[in-house]
Nanobody
Framework: VQLQACGGGLVQAGGSLRLSCVFS????????MGWFRQAPGKEREFVSA????????YYGDSVKGRFTISRDNAKNTVYLQMNSLKPENTAVYYC?????????????????WGQGTLVTVSS
């Protein structure tokens, strides 16, 4: 399994970005997918996750109501729509797969990571 994330960039505070992550493999529709982020000098932080069917979604407290995770199983792609961005959202965003168990919030429970895409929010 390989993950390829894209869609990061520079945006002003209050703006929006949509991240995409393409999953290369045959088990996408059965796989939970997640998004984490890591700011300089900080630990990797849970952002969002979605079940294989898309019927269950999870969000970190700091992004609830502003970010939306979705997936297109026909395209092997998971998305993260980010609205009302804030400077503190600046980080490298990583997509993840290979969840072990159902503790979506822990980065230690995910086995496969994309290369990350940088999101910079200016004030």
């Amino acid at each position: 399994v390989q993950l390829q994330a894209c869609g990061g960039g520079l945006v002003q505070a209050g703006g929006s970005l949509r991240l995409s992550c393409v999953f290369s493999g045959r088990t996408f529709s059965n796989s939970y997918m997640g998004w984490f982020r890591q700011a300089p000098g900080k630990e990797r932080e849970f952002v969002s996750a979605i079940s294989g069917s898309g019927g269950a979604t999870y969000y970190g407290d700091s992004v609830k109501g502003r970010f939306t995770i979705s997936r297109d199983n026909a395209k092997n792609t998971v998305y993260l729509q980010m609205n009302s961005l804030k400077p503190e959202n600046t980080a490298v965003y990583y997509c993840a797969a290979g969840l072990q168990g159902l503790v979506v919030f822990s980065s230690l429970k995910w086995s496969t990571w994309g290369q990350g895409t940088l999101v910079t929010v200016s004030s």
